[in-house]
Structures are given as structure tokens and as C-alpha cells.
């Protein structure tokens, strides 16, 4: 995708909120001198490898304020509705209040993995009414190839005032999955070995939703942990057969690298229902069917 540096990047989109979904550095490192900067969200959470808090104090970028997932982003974790759970809207009003988040802020989101975790921020944000909240293309790597400073002491943001209401963006429950994924287009953002049933990791039982089509969000980055342009991202989705006039979900382990594909699938001109509970919640009903393959 081509450098741009003075605007934002990405479509206005149904998930964009009027907005777009990108920020470039060069744009993020303008703004930061100026009045009304951006609120920094450092989100950075690996599965595998949850301890972002002592990477964020080994460096993060100026004025970034570390956000938990588990703490922040998510509500206790339990077999009925998935391994991270929508939190309550009060929790995540509160959260956000202590990040500094005003009614009147431009909120950015970054990581170290492709903005595969800060999209879970920027998701739940927009669903709660936020409607100026950007991911940082290309991430913390983007912004230390710049060559821009780190710091290693957090802030100390003023409260915030933001009021949050939930259902500003579409969620899915497990019947609505399982309808759309044999009238419409249910994506399964996690690895195709997943989706496949060749390996699981962390969930008790392998494959996928029956009737979902494996787009793992990894495809939507390119090698430098920037996101395909928005052309690019829409020929790929067109070409798992998604559609203007289909109906599009996305599901993952437990609905965290899902929000990232409904950023790609903004990016592209789609919008796309999350399902929070995702395969951690599915495979956990005995009910729920599984298919394994392709």
C-alpha cells in the first residue's frame, strides 16, 4: 500500500462508524504535538504469551496507557460464554474513564503482532458509541522503524468523562452463527490448521463451525505488519465470497482476532458481525456439531 502521510487511511465503512479504520505513524506522530493528541492504547497480549504489561515498561510509544485484556477488555472466562467475554458495559466505561477517554477523544490503538489484539480495543470501543478510534497501521514495529522515540514510565492520564452505550456495532450468538454460515458468509478468522482440525491448541475439540469459510486474519497484513490496501483486502474477501448484498460474520478462539478481520473487512467496504463467543464457546456445547477439514 502506498505511503501516505497526511491523512487517514482505510474506508468509510459500516464498522468505520463515519470514520476510518487506519492511522498512519506519520500521521499519529504529527498529532501528538498538537492540541487535543490522540488517547494512546498499548494492547499488547499474545495467545501463549499474555504478559504485554512488562513489555509496555520495557518501551511504549509517548503517552501510551497499557490496557489489559483480560482485565480490561474481557469479563470472567467460563465454558457457557467463551474464553473472553464481552465485559459489562459499566467495567468497560470505567476502564475506559481511567485510560483518559473523553466524549470528545480521538482514541488510537496499537500492538506488537499487526494490530491483532489492539482490534479488540478498537472493536469494543466502537461498539460502545466511540466513534473517532483508529488502529495504528503497522503497530509499535512501524512506529520503531520510523525511527520515532519509546518511553518506559506510564502516564498519569486525567479521568475521563466518555459515557458508553452497548450496540453500536452487530454481534452474533451461536444460533445467528450457525444460521449465517449456510445463508450468508461466516468467516473463521483463526490459522487454516485450526479451522481444519489438524491441531487445537487451547479449546477442547478441533475443526470449525459447519458451513464457515477459513480466512485467517494473518492473510489481511502484509509482511511489514501493514494492512493490505483496501483494494487488496476487498479481491480477497470477494473471493471467499463475500458480498455488498450477503450478510458477513467472523468468528475466532474466543472473538479477539475476529475484531481484527472486521477491521480488514471495514477497511475493504464491508461490515461484518462479530461473534463474541466464537469457537471457545461453541466447541464447548456438546450440542453444537463440528466439522473438520476444508
Known sequence: ????????????????????????????????????????????????????????????????????????????????????????????????????????????????????????????????GMTTVHLLDGGLAGWRRAGHALQTAPPEPAPG??????????????????????????????????????????DPRAGHIPGAISAPTADNLQADGTFASPTELRARFEDLGVDAAAQVGVYCGSGVTAAHEVAALAIAGFEASLCPGSWSQWCADPARPVATGE
Not at 497526511?6 to 504529527?30: K, M, N, T
Not at 452463527?177 to 491448541?201: H, I, M, N, Y
Open 161 to 202: 468523562d466518555v459515557v458508553l452505550s452497548r450496540g453500536h456495532l452487530p454481534v452474533l450468538d451461536l444460533d445467528d452463527a450457525a444460521r449465517l454460515a449456510q445463508v450468508g458468509a461466516l468467516l473463521d478468522a483463526r490459522s487454516g490448521e485450526r479451522f481444519r482440525g489438524e491441531v487445537e491448541p487451547i
Open 1 to 128: 500500500m502506498p505511503a501516505d502521510t497526511d491523512r487517514y487511511i482505510g474506508a468509510d465503512s459500516a464498522a468505520g462508524g463515519g470514520s476510518d479504520v487506519l492511522i498512519s505513524v506519520a500521521r499519529l506522530h504529527a498529532e501528538l504535538d498538537l492540541p487535543g493528541a490522540p488517547v494512546l492504547l498499548d494492547v499488547r497480549w499474545k495467545l501463549g504469551d499474555p504478559d504485554g504489561h512488562s513489555r509496555y515498561l520495557e518501551g511504549h510509544i509517548p503517552g501510551a496507557v497499557y490496557v489489559d485484556m483480560r482485565a480490561d477488555l474481557a469479563s470472567v472466562p467460563s465454558a457457557i460464554s467463551g474464553r473472553h467475554p464481552l465485559p459489562s458495559l459499566e467495567a468497560f466505561q470505567d476502564a475506559a474513564r481511567s485510560w483518559g477517554i473523553r466524549g470528545d477523544s480521538t482514541v488510537v490503538a496499537y500492538d506488537d503482532d499487526g494490530g491483532l489484539a489492539a482490534a479488540r480495543a478498537w472493536w469494543l470501543l466502537r461498539w460502545a
